[in-house]
Structures are given as C-alpha cells and as structure tokens.
T-cell receptor
Framework: DVKVTQSSRYLVKRTGEKVFLECVQD?????MFWYRQDPGLGLRLIYF???????EKGDIPEGYSVSREKKERFSLILESASTNQTSMYLC?????????????FGNGTRLTVT | RKEVEQDPGPFNVPEGATVAFNCTYS??????FFWYRQDCRKEPKLLMS???SGNEDGRFTAQLNRASQYISLLIRDSKLSDSATYLC???????????FGTGTSLTVIP
C-alpha cells in the first residue's frame, strides 16, 4: 500500500510565524501535491511537483511556497502565517504520466493560526 | 464555472437502501475519474476508479457518461458504515491536476 506521511496532525501557530509542513511518500511516486480543504470550498490545489526541484502553481499559491529536494519529500512553507490560512492541509502523491493513477493522501495536518 | 460539481446533500437513507450520487465535470478533455470516501476529520481515501465501461466493486458501482459529462456512484444495500462524505475527482488531460467536487454527505440510518 502507498503510504503518505505528514509530519504533524495538529499545529497551532501565531500570525507572522514561518510554518513548515512536511510530507513523505514511500512509493517512489513522481507527482506530489499540496491541497487545503475548507468547509464549503472543498479541496483546492496549492502547489504540485512532478519531479525533484520542479514545482507548479495550483489554484491558490499566494502566501505559500514549496520545496522538493528529494523525490520522496515535498514541503509546504507558509512564509508568514495569517489567520486565513487556518485550514486542513492534505499532501498527496501519484504516479507520473499515468492518467489512471489516482491520488493517495496523507492523513492531513490541521493548522490553526491565531 | 467550477470544474467539478456535486450535490452536497445531505442524503439520509435507511439501512439496506440503494443510493446514487452524481458528479458533473465541465472539461471535455478530462481523462480519468475517481470516487473517494472521506470520514469526518480524516483524509480522503480512494474508493474506486471509474472506467469507461463502468465498474463494480461489491455493493458499489461506478459509471461514466462522457456525452453528458458526469460520473455516478451507486451504493446498494447501504450499511451504517457507509456513512461518510463521497468526493468525486477528475484528472484533466492538460496536466497532472486533479479537480475535486465539494463532496456529498451520506448518513445511513438504522
């Protein structure tokens, strides 16, 4: 089974702090994704990466950056956390260039910014 | 216009009932389709992929209608444990982007 692991289940940070969310997958997947999920808005793509050191903006990249230094690890960075970034953050991975390859999600990080 | 739309529900059905959800997508270049199940405060988990010819997995049947641009999920003989939110997902041809519906809430009542 694919395992996608997010480093924290719950985080509480203060406004203005720099926040790192880490994600590791063990299935040698090329693609990795960061989503946030909010009630009524569903899952929204922040960034994705299809290779080491490659990144692409999703639908809501403002206020976020990412890092992919190793194939198995994809980090999401909130440069200066704000209260509107309070959300559930979900990391996911999938095989590259395989349209029938589904996303596999980590168990999520519930971030609260106060 | 949203890429993927679902009726949010809630659907409240008695045990043993058959329930169906639809999900419409706007991009005719969509290539692959999936249903996910999400329990409260947990991550989405893959329920099943949706193939062009339709596919079945036990009590669950998924179908794709490309002409009308929708996918469906049918659950037969509902169990209490089927209570969850069901998300549809669409992979667009142009990139490795997946678009999700906002989910349909199902509660199976004893």
């Amino acid at each position: 089974d694919v395992k996608v692991t997010q480093s924290s289940r719950y985080l509480v940070k203060r406004t203005g702090e720099k926040v790192f969310l880490e994600c590791v997958q063990d299935m040698d997947h090329e693609n990795m994704f960061w989503y946030r999920q909010d009630p009524g808005l569903g899952l929204r793509l922040i960034y994705f990466s299809y290779d080491v050191k490659m990144k692409e903006k999703g639908d809501i990249p403002e206020g976020y950056s990412v890092s992919r230094e190793k194939k198995e690890r994809f980090s999401l960075i909130l440069e200066s956390a704000s209260t509107n970034q309070t959300s559930m953050y979900l990391c996911a991975s999938s095989l590259f260039a395989s349209y029938n390859s589904p996303l596999h999600f980590g168990n999520g990080t519930r971030l609260t910014v106060t | 216009r949203k890429e993927v739309e679902q009726d949010p529900g809630p659907f409240n059905v008695p045990e043993g009932a058959t329930v169906a959800f639809n999900c419409t997508y706007s991009n005719s270049a969509s290539q692959s389709f999936f249903w996910y199940r999400q329990d409260c405060r947990k991550e989405p988990k893959l329920l099943m992929s949706v193939y062009s010819s339709g596919n079945e997995d036990g009590r669950f049947t998924a179908q794709l209608n490309r002409a009308s641009q929708y996918i469906s999920l049918l659950i037969r003989d509902s169990k209490l444990s089927d209570s969850a939110t069901y998300l549809c997902a669409v992979n667009i041809e142009s990139g490795n982007q997946f678009y999700f519906g906002t989910g349909t809430s199902l509660t199976v009542i004893p």
